[in-house]
């Protein structure tokens, strides 16, 4: 069977890569049969071929027809100037649409192609397995097993397609329900320094499942958070949001909450650390030309008075040249409304080697003044503290009397920090505990 992988435009393959390796390999065909000596060397590398296949097929939960699911996964994955131009759209027309068409039609061979000429020719039998494979490990550890089902979903329909149109058509509603790439099948991503010491931003596949409704109580606060993230993903005027207050209070959680609840919608988050903010530039060149919406979000931000890289996020949130990209917020928790920790001898009258002192106190300031969203977040009263404890063991199926559970969990906020809502999620998670031990 004749396959034409050098033929790829847009889809091509990296150096190396499984694709590479499979025109290479059947380049040599005809060299095996003359000189039996290549043979050891081809049938390793055909070796290492299929290992990172069953790899991707082990870290992601594949079953099935391994190869499909490969071809899938690369296809999905592959960011080129069509699928970036098709992300999250209705329709992309022109000479790019017919290049891709190219591409696909050259892949929809690779879908049919059984590996008998190359493992005859190698004299081994490899394909047979790759072609039923079962996964065989535990779905509950399985990175994201949403991922999992979209991909083998499209694996399926692509390998029954009857014709070039449909196939081309399956991808097509693929990138434009979920995008390409990283951003398009990720929720959440973090920041790390790469080869060379480049800025990447990679996936964070294990996220909490919760929505903004699983936060029992805060309805004003997520009321303000919802109206905000909505207004920026219709392309609205927004503001970037500091969420302030009592430790525990629901501020980290109510982040969590909108990015599993917006997420179908093109919202995607990016988590950066106060280290990491001499990054910001880099992060939002990568990510401005993209059709989702991100949130940049910082937990837990805070100074102390010698600390100075928020001199950057001031710069990058509004205040250097370059503007910030409109698809592009700032998210912020902390348990200081001001940010930037204060002293007595920033003050006017106290004695201080600082002649300006306003100037002092305005700079301290100036990062705060920059979100024009704040939320705050509260500790609760007692009344709603027991309300939070009624919804959590409601939620996690603990029966117990409610005076006792009450009783009990009044005894426990005192040594644990006092009432919040993660005390009380941790005080029924010791609950829980505890009965399974018995």
Not at 389 to 400: A, D, P, T, V, Y
Request: with cysteine; proline share 1%; net charge negative.
């Amino acid at each position: 069977m004749t396959l034409r992988i050098e033929e790829l435009v847009l889809y091509r393959d990296a150096e190396g890569g499984v694709l590479d390796t499979l025109a290479s390999l059947r380049k040599n065909l005809d060299r095996i049969a003359e000189d039996p000596s290549l043979r050891s060397g081809c049938v390793r590398t055909y070796c290492r071929m299929m290992q990172e296949m069953f790899d991707i097929a082990q870290n992601y939960g594949f079953s099935g027809n391994v190869w499909h699911s490969w071809l899938t996964y690369f296809l999905v994955y592959h960011e080129n100037a069509y699928s970036r131009a098709h992300e999250i759209r209705e329709k992309v027309t022109g000479g790019i649409s017919l290049v891709a068409l190219h591409d696909f039609e050259i892949f929809r061979e690779l879908f049919s192609y059984d590996f008998s000429d190359l493992e005859e020719s190698l004299k081994v039998r490899l394909y047979g397995m790759a072609a039923d494979y079962e996964f065989g490990g535990d779905d509950r550890r399985l990175a994201s097993r949403r991922i999992r089902d979209r991909i083998e979903d499209l694996s399926r329909k692509l390998s029954g397609s009857g014709d070039l149109s449909s196939f081309k058509g399956y991808v097509d509603a693929f990138y434009r329900d979920f995008g390409c790439g990283k951003f398009g099948l990720h929720k959440a991503f973090r920041i790390v320094h790469g080869q060379e010491d480049q800025t990447e931003i990679v996936p964070i596949t294990n996220i909490a499942h919760m929505r903004l409704d699983d936060l029992i109580g805060c309805e004003i606060q997520k009321k303000k958070l919802r109206e905000n993230t909505e207004a920026f993903l219709a392309g609205r005027r927004a503001n970037n949001c500091l969420l302030f207050g009592d430790a525990g209070t629901g501020k980290s959680s109510s982040i969590k909450g909108i990015l599993n609840e917006y997420y179908e919608q093109g919202l995607r988050i990016i988590e950066v650390y106060k280290h990491q903010f001499r990054d910001l530039v880099n992060i939002l060149a990568q990510i401005k030309n993209r059709n989702y919406r991100f949130i940049i979000y910082m937990d837990d931000l805070s100074f102390e008075d010698f600390e100075t890289d928020y001199k950057y996020l001031k710069a990058v949130i509004e205040g250097g040249l370059e503007k910030k990209p409109e698809n592009v917020l700032i998210y912020a928790t902390s348990n200081r409304r001001h940010l930037i920790r204060e002293n007595y001898n920033d003050k006017e009258g106290e004695i201080r080697s600082d002649m300006h002192t306003s100037d002092t106190v305005q700079e301290k300031l100036s990062l705060s003044y920059r979100f024009g969203v704040t939320i705050y977040f509260g500790a609760p009263d007692r009344k709603e503290f027991e309300q939070i404890l009624r919804g959590i063991s409601l939620r996690e199926g603990l029966e117990m009397d409610e005076e006792k559970l009450f009783r009990e969990a009044n005894a426990w906020e005192l040594s644990h920090g006092g009432r919040s809502g993660r005390s009380a999620k941790q005080f029924i998670d010791h609950l829980l505990g505890t009965r399974e031990e018995e």
